[in-house]
């Protein structure tokens, strides 16, 4: 058995009542940011990387499979998408749509790759592979290299919202967010979630009950590369830029960390640990190197003494599955 | 031709170092069941500790290389016995994700006392200048790390390989609670292996020092190459590990004179290819 999941509880209708009610309420709180003055750029910063840092936990938490590179689907969604509509004058909903197409045939052929081999070799290859895009990027001649793409036009979505509109922006952003949660919330429970746990758990015997595990990675693995894509290709539309940062490994280390300190294979997790990790580097952001002094300080203090993370640890006390 | 040759030299000193590092890695894994991501920063710290030997107490380069992998080495063994060993029995990916904590604390330590520029070593007086091959020209100092690395390589090898010390490790690698029987103090072999798979790659920092600037990044673009090496090669063998190394270099090395736009990708591009002709890597048992 997994390390990972310990205390796996058994999805009950009542659990799922649970985590309906809590991503209910989790829905109206971001809904009504907008009316606090909370600044929402910074929200919906924390949402693109809430929905990148979902899709990785859906490979890691879900299925085992720890991706060290999933910044290369967040950078490689974030060109096309930002080339799109920049240069090609593309409306934003193909823009999103070319964006996240480009990072699911990503997925498909670094899935490919990578699911040939097992565990922490699984790792080194997904890195091995970002940082292979990482070099491409820095020389190909469209994405303008250290200087990235910049001043990217927003434009009316369907042709009525006007996403230069903060507001308008980041209800469409908080939409396209709660969707792709949705999606993996679905895909967890679905039998092929089930099937994904039990590769997780104990691959050997799946394969001997006769499932091809080979090909339920490798759709787990385009589907997390699908939506980390179009996690990019909204946040194109907040940062109005796409960047080298975005697909260097620093980037793939701060999605594992905002899963960790989330909690590993929880449904909420990821989302708080984006929330907590985006608002740390805001307010530090003062601090220069001291905060990557921090966020190792982080993933240590994650790995020895919490390793279930900040809701796995709720959901283990209050016994509820979160 | 002359460019050939320098090149072609460059790229074995980028294989003495990435047969370093992944025979660290190689001899760690095996015995801790840890992917080193600290490996990288650990390299680092090796060139660090030269210039610090060399302008705060005055210690030359030959000190620096006794002296830097001895002192990293036993961080690395406190780091082993405060943290990795907690790890014991854990799914493998923990160990890669403390490992990467620790790379960003001390490389964003020295980060941030540094900059992120180099600084200069100088290479001692006793390795300066060159020697006339008549095909090429052989800077000495870039001679001696080859020549230096190979040695270390195959010292290491003969040691785990060859040696009395090497059997039980090799056995406790297999077999840690069947070797722990016969009275053979496990954990602090654990302990000795990471100080010494951390030591070569402190020892390789120092090597590299006079030729690439001691700077705070320098060894974390490193280990992912380092870490295709090691999927190609495979973990399985120390040898291959060596082997590897050396010949990826001189293969990059190539690149660079052939078509330099891929220089830097052409590690990664090969570690494709084995992957999709041989996924179990080159010397390879299945992981």
């Known amino acids: 058995m997994s390390a990972l999941t310990d205390d796996t509880l058994p999805v009950t209708p009542r659990a799922m009542r649970d985590e309906m009610i809590v991503f209910a309420a989790m829905a109206v709180l971001l809904a009504i940011v907008p009316f606090t003055g909370i600044y929402p750029f910074f929200v919906m910063q924390a949402l693109c990387f809430a929905l990148l840092a979902c899709a990785f936990n859906l490979l890691i938490g879900y299925g085992g499979l720890l991706s060290f590179g999933h910044a290369m ?3 490689t969604a974030g060109y096309v998408s930002a080339h799109a509509l920049k240069v090609w004058a593309f409306p934003p909903e193909l823009g999103i749509l070319v964006g996240t197409a480009a990072a699911a045939l990503l997925g498909l052929i670094t899935g490919y790759i990578s699911i040939k081999r097992q565990g922490i070799y699984f790792s080194m290859i997904t890195l091995a592979l970002s940082q292979l895009l990482y070099f491409l990027y820095l020389q190909a001649p469209f994405t303008h290299g250290e200087d990235g793409i910049q001043g990217i036009p927003q434009g009316h979505l369907l042709g009525i919202f006007d996403l230069s509109k903060p507001l308008v922006l980041y209800y469409v952003v908080l939409v396209g967010f709660l969707a792709g949660f949705l999606l993996i919330y679905r895909t967890i429970n679905s039998p092929f979630g089930e099937v994904l746990k039990s590769i997780r758990e104990n691959e050997p015997r799946a394969i001997s009950l006769g499932y091809k595990t080979d090909q339920y990675k490798l759709v787990a693995f385009i589907l997390s590369g699908t939506l980390a894509g179009f996690a990019g290709s909204l946040k194109v539309f907040v940062a109005q830029n796409a960047s080298l940062t975005d697909v260097h490994w620093s980037m793939s280390g701060e ?24 608002a740390m580097q ?41 | 031709m002359q460019a050939l040759y320098a090149q072609l030299l460059v790229g074995l000193i980028n294989g003495s170092f990435y047969a370093l590092l992944s025979l660290g890695l190689a001899v760690i894994f095996g015995m801790l069941n840890i992917i080193n991501f600290a490996h990288g920063a650990l390299y680092m710290m090796g060139a660090f500790v030269a210039y610090f030997l060399l302008n705060l107490a005055g210690l030359n380069y030959w000190w620096a290389l006794l002296v830097a992998p001895v002192v990293v080495g036993i961080f690395g063994m406190i780091l082993e016995r405060t943290m990795l060993q907690w790890l014991t029995g854990l799914d493998h990916l923990y160990g890669l994700l403390l490992t990467f904590g620790i790379a960003l604390i001390v490389q964003g330590v020295f980060q941030n006392y540094f900059g992120s520029s180099g600084l200069p070593y100088a290479i001692p007086d006793q390795l300066k200048g060159g020697v006339n091959l008549g095909f090429m020209f052989l800077p000495i100092y870039r001679g001696w790390v080859v020549v230096f690395s190979l040695v270390v390589c195959l010292a290491t090898w003969y040691l785990i390989e060859k040696t009395q010390l090497g059997a039980y490790l090799r056995a406790a690698t297999e077999n840690p609670t069947l070797v722990r029987a016969f009275g053979i103090n496990v954990p602090r072999m654990i302990t000795l292996t990471y100080g010494l798979g951390v030591g070569l790659a402190a020892l390789a920092g120092v090597l590299s020092a006079p030729i690439n600037q001691v700077r705070p990044l320098m060894g974390a673009d490193l280990i992912i190459v380092v870490f295709a090496v090691v999927v190609i090669g495979g973990m399985g063998s120390i040898m291959g590990s060596i082997i590897t190394g050396f010949a990826l270099g001189v293969i990059e090395g190539l690149t660079k004179y052939f078509y330099p736009e891929a220089s830097n990708t052409v590690v990664f591009v090969l570690m494709v290819l084995v992957l999709l002709v041989k996924p179990t890597g080159l010397t390879g048992r299945a992981a």
């Open chain 1, 282 to 322: 805001q307010y530090l952001a003062g601090f220069g190197q001291w905060v990557t002094v921090i966020q190792g300080v982080i993933f240590v203090s994650c790995v020895l003494l919490f390793r279930r993370g900040l809701v796995g640890e709720l959901a283990h006390f209050l016994r509820r599955s979160l």
């Open chain 1, 73 to 75: 689907f967040l950078g």
């Open chain 1, 255 to 278: 999605i594992v960390l905002m899963t960790l300190v989330g909690g590993l294979g929880t449904i909420f997790g990821p989302v708080v640990g984006a929330f907590v990790i985006i």
